[in-house]
């Protein structure tokens, strides 16, 4: 692995276990046992290291919530989705956690975000308009818009909202779990039988992952 592409993933690591706010460029430096000037040949400064972790997560969104194509069993295409959520959050939980403060310090990659938010949430509407199809969501269009706002605030604040009620708050999987559980019972009323059903068994499927392990920052 590059040098560079070492300091991006040790960042990555340190900022999930610690906070982005505790870690210094010297930290990560020391993570990967090279020296600040290395560090510095690759990146002026820890923001520079943040826009370009901002830059994969960006990327692993879009490719996780793009529509699929063809026929795909409805089961299957519910958990894809359900899984790629706690994935993201879970890999990228440090820029959820503090997602505020971040883009505020940084104009430049508050507009990227929107602009990649934005792309998302078109995305977004058209997966659930296939969820129609599949006769999972009974909703008309005005409803379908206003479901994806509501699961993408959800998705968003979860962790921010976590971290806000209290200071002691450590971000762990079973935290991301029991988000993703109020996403389903958001959906749950809005869904057909069908949806319901397979809804009800993504959602035993949440209870039972394993939370043995516990992570955090």
């Given at each position: 692995?590059?040098t560079?592409d070492k300091?991006?993933?040790a960042?990555?690591?340190?900022f999930n276990?610690?906070?982005e706010?505790?870690v210094t460029?010297?930290?990560?430096?020391?993570?990967?046992?090279?020296s600040?000037?290395?560090l510095?040949?690759?990146?002026?400064?820890k923001?520079?290291?943040?826009?370009?972790?901002?830059?994969l997560?960006s990327?692993?969104?879009?490719?996780r919530f793009t529509?699929?194509?063809?026929?795909?069993e409805s089961?299957?295409l519910?958990?894809?989705?359900?899984?790629?959520?706690?994935n993201?959050?879970w890999?990228?939980?440090f820029?959820?956690?503090?997602?505020p403060?971040?883009?505020?310090r940084?104009?430049?990659?508050?507009?990227?975000?929107?602009e990649?938010q934005?792309?998302l949430?078109g995305?977004l509407v058209n997966i659930?308009?296939?969820?129609v199809?599949?006769?999972?969501?009974?909703i008309?269009?005005?409803?379908l818009?206003?479901?994806v706002?509501?699961?993408?605030?959800m998705a968003?604040?979860?962790?921010?909202?976590?971290?806000?009620?209290?200071?002691?708050?450590?971000?762990?999987?079973?935290v991301?779990q029991?988000?993703?559980?109020?996403?389903?019972?958001v959906?749950k009323p809005?869904s057909?039988a069908?949806?319901?059903?397979?809804?009800?068994?993504l959602?035993?499927?949440?209870k039972?992952m394993?939370?043995?392990e516990?992570?955090?920052?």
């Amino acid at each position: 692995m590059k040098t560079r592409d070492k300091i991006v993933y040790a960042a990555l690591d340190l900022f999930n276990l610690d906070g982005e706010r505790n870690v210094t460029t010297n930290h990560i430096a020391a993570h990967i046992e090279i020296s600040p000037g290395n560090l510095y040949y690759h990146f002026r400064n820890k923001q520079e290291i943040v826009r370009e972790i901002f830059a994969l997560y960006s990327q692993e969104l879009i490719e996780r919530f793009t529509p699929i194509q063809g026929q795909q069993e409805s089961l299957a295409l519910l958990k894809h989705y359900l899984d790629s959520i706690f994935n993201l959050m879970w890999k990228y939980r440090f820029f959820y956690a503090n997602l505020p403060e971040i883009l505020q310090r940084d104009p430049k990659l508050h507009d990227e975000y929107i602009e990649v938010q934005e792309r998302l949430q078109g995305n977004l509407v058209n997966i659930l308009r296939a969820f129609v199809e599949l006769d999972l969501l009974a909703i008309n269009e005005k409803e379908l818009k206003s479901l994806v706002t509501t699961l993408h605030m959800m998705a968003v604040g979860w962790l921010s909202y976590q971290s806000a009620m209290s200071p002691k708050t450590k971000i762990t999987e079973e935290v991301i779990q029991q988000g993703m559980l109020h996403m389903i019972n958001v959906v749950k009323p809005l869904s057909t039988a069908k949806g319901r059903e397979q809804l009800s068994l993504l959602e035993d499927g949440v209870k039972m992952m394993g939370t043995a392990e516990s992570r955090s920052f």
